[in-house]
T-cell receptor, first 114, second 114 residues
């Protein structure tokens, strides 16, 4: 069963606007990661936040984590047409002691219009 | 570095046929994974390996077998293909070093079973 659920499933914005995607998960985690997938390509790691962190930044990306609500959000500021892609959250459950297995959400499809 | 490569990129099989998907990585990663991606389902883990000569089942292992004879290669086999195995298959690798578990993905193999 899927660990994460993402909201919204699809998001369409204009260039320059901010995009916010949310992820909820079910069990305690070791860390939570966000990946991007361009159409027809493999996934690319964007950012990781550990369970003891609340916020992290990387360039135009800002990730927050609320372990009490079992949720995370990804904010992309000043979006560009090149940000058009699907975005997935993925968790490493705290119960996994080997393998670093990721549990993926269903993804948010972001469309940024020029 | 080529990163993670997958062979073939596309394949059409008839029900009952067999095939092997090859994944290769040149990052000296210990951990390797096979996922399938279906519309609206996100990525689901089929099998994974935590080192040369080891394999383990993931979330959806039925109908698939894997082998990791060399550290850099991870093979996914379909012994008797079924239409339900029509999907896009992704291979990934990871150093497996806690607490990161960041995964690097290949470009995918699009498989159609008729």
């Amino acid at each position: 069963s899927q660990q994460g659920e993402e909201d919204p499933q699809a998001l369409s914005i204009q260039e320059g606007e901010n995009a916010t995607m949310n992820c909820s998960y079910k069990t305690s985690i070791n860390n939570l990661q966000w990946y991007r997938q361009n159409s027809g390509r493999g996934l690319v790691h964007l950012i990781l936040i550990r369970s003891n962190e609340r916020e992290k930044h990387s360039g135009r990306l800002r990730v927050t984590l609320d372990t009490s609500k079992k949720s995370s959000s990804l904010l992309i500021t000043a979006s560009r047409a090149a940000d058009t892609a699907s975005y997935f959250c993925a968790t490493v459950p705290a119960s996994y002691n080997q393998g670093g297995k990721l549990i993926f959400g269903q993804g948010t499809e972001l469309s940024v219009k020029p | 570095n080529a990163g993670v490569t997958q062979t073939p990129k596309f394949r059409v099989l008839k029900t009952g046929q067999s095939m092997t998907l090859l994944c290769a990585q040149d990052m000296n990663h210990e951990y390797m994974y096979w996922y399938r991606q279906d519309p609206g389902m996100g990525l689901r883990l089929i099998h994974y390996s935590v080192g040369e000569g080891t394999t383990a089942k993931g979330e959806v292992p039925d109908g698939y077998n894997v082998s990791r004879l060399k550290k850099q290669n991870f093979l996914l086999g379909l012994e008797s293909a079924a239409p339900s195995q029509t999907s896009v298959y992704f291979c990934a690798s990871s150093s497996g070093q806690a607490p990161s578990y960041e995964q690097y993905f290949g470009p995918g193999t699009r498989l159609t079973v008729t």
